[in-house]
């Protein structure tokens, strides 16, 4: 178990984007991010206290989260140095990057010397078996997005939030660093091997109560290049009884991906529903979540009524509406 | 390096589709394979003299091949007497599974007392890059299946015969076991991790000159949920000019999963080709490869023409008939 609360390592974010674990920890566990560490040129803000390790510590911070990710995630040599007196100052480190706090020699060193824990949460802890395609009991939803980093976490936990409030039965499955730094549990999808990928997610989303959901972190697109083998393992891995499209309209090209144009709603829509139906005949698309953090409230509504009318769905943005409409959706099928 | 001549272990085979390693080596290597070695109840035969371990040092091998695959790749315990035993005769042994023979305590400590090799032709040697999706110079072309097993590498090794052959500039590019230990390099696509697949497969296929094919083993299929995320890496990192459509039409369901029907050419057409642009907008299914092992020669020259005229495409067994008209339809794009 991670220690609670956490100080958020924000480091030389170039992006805001770049610090979606800090950003997810900050709205979904807000009560775990007390402060957050920024070092020059960071291009992050979490809205959170800029502490000072001293001052996080004082105030009760005993875990230091790296909550930016380099493109590869990667271990900057530049944040060694907070790194390495984060652990001689009393803090454990969590982090979810692809290379591991435990193979810097440095840090293992100082951690072991000042007997404090590195946890990488990338690192899947279990044995994965191969998919085995067999039907499993009780219900599922998948988030599916026309490009990577447009809020299939955030539509999943706000799905979440609301089905417990109304007393449903639900999961919030996570299948990413940051998802599982906010849960505790779950699988560290993308540092899967190929061959387990979607024998994770079955392990993941195992029988359950036929009216309980799964809601199933997403990762990647089926459009992204660089990403879509993952996602193609959460939809069949995840046998999907109701997808929810995710997008992000202001965004010119794929992420990280210049000259690849993004979807439309109506490609992710027919192109994930046809692939899901291979290992679920009754998947149905319910609804569709927006990402509008870069539109005026005017342009959000206005966007979201054109597409609901155009896609015949209901479209909304969790963050900015709540998710209501969407669990909405999922309880009528 | 693998040292040959090989004596292949069929071991314990449930079935001939299990030994496909064994086979791949025979097939596209047949001076490497001077015999088979089989347990009780081995269902695999590779028409090769059956050999004891002194029958075969005596006669040459020098590695003992293990050409069987269980489901999940693991090392049965009941080949251990026998490998053990080869490598106290004198044998390296190179294998492909999962697990690795590096791993097996018993079969690392007898290598080293008698210094022998352990080949994990597995595990991959190389950190590779995240997929970019910049086009890349030179040609390539991928052989995608209805299911898997159904002859995708047979494909891609035909075609590379031929278009040496023709003086046509190609490299076969393998991406699973058999084919790299049939080339002796590739990437081992199903044990990558899956953030690093496409780049795995950009980084196997890199710049080349304007008329240089890279023929790339396909692996799954975009159908089969056990293995569809690999696939589609192969076929968004493989940003392929061509796909050739493989398919085994005797097959009642989706190999390992009951219950499964295997889609019809025309879907896999359509869903590959709808994929592979997102990659690559000028790609073209260029042939059909079909693995007519279970017909009669009538039976297939029937199935094949009806096939052609349904497609309008080339459509040959490239193992009964060879690979020279799927080459004529990739010369001719």
């Known amino acids: 178990m991670i220690e609670t609360p956490y100080l958020l390592f924000l ?6 984007l ?3 674990v ?16 920024r070092m020059e040129g960071c291009k992050a ?3 959170l206290p800029d502490m000072t390790l001293a001052d996080a510590y004082e105030a009760g911070a005993r875990t230091l989260v790296i909550g930016v990710a380099n493109r590869g995630g990667v271990i900057s040599e530049r944040w060694k140095d907070v790194l390495n007196r984060a652990l001689e100052q009393g803090f454990d480190i969590a982090s979810g990057l692809h290379n591991l ?26 044995q994965y078996p191969i998919a085995s395609g067999v039907k499993r009991t009780g219900k599922r939803c998948l988030a599916v997005g026309t490009d990577c980093s447009v809020g299939k976490m955030y539509t999943a936990l706000a799905m979440d939030k609301v089905m417990r409030a109304r007393g449903m039965k639900s999961t919030f499955r996570a299948t990413g660093q940051t998802g599982i730094l906010i849960t505790g549990e779950g699988v560290p999808l993308d540092a899967v091997i190929a061959d387990f990928m979607a024998g ?6 195992p029988d359950n109560d036929p009216d309980h959901w799964d809601l199933i972190e997403g990762q990647g697109s089926l459009f992204h290049v660089s990403y879509s083998g993952v996602t193609m393992a959460l939809v069949h891995g995840g046998q999907p009884d109701a997808l929810i499209l995710c997008h992000e ?5 794929m992420r990280g991906l210049p000259g690849y144009e993004l979807p439309s709603l109506e490609a992710l829509r027919d192109t994930a529903l046809q692939l899901a139906r291979v290992a679920n005949p009754a998947c149905q698309v319910v609804g569709i979540s927006v990402n509008t953090q870069h539109m005026s409230a005017q342009e959000a509504d206005a966007y979201l009524a054109a597409t609901e009318a155009r896609m015949g769905l ?4 969790p963050f900015r509406h709540g998710a209501e409409l969407l669990v909405d959706a999922l309880a009528a099928i």
């Open 18 to 20: 770049s610090a979606k």
């Open 200 to 205: 994770s997610i079955e392990w993941l989303t």
């Open 314 to 317: 209901p479209a909304v943005d």
């Open 11 to 16: 480091g030389d974010a170039p992006d805001a």
């Open 101 to 126: 706090l435990r193979d810097e020699h440095d840090l293992a060193e100082t951690a072991r010397r000042h007997g404090r824990k590195l946890h990488d949460v990338r690192v899947p802890s279990v």
């Open 22 to 37: 800090a950003q997810g920890i900050k709205d979904w566990r807000p009560e775990f991010a007390i402060g957050q560490y």
């Open 45 to 47: 803000d979490m809205k």
């Open 249 to 253: 309209p202001t965004r010119d090209h």
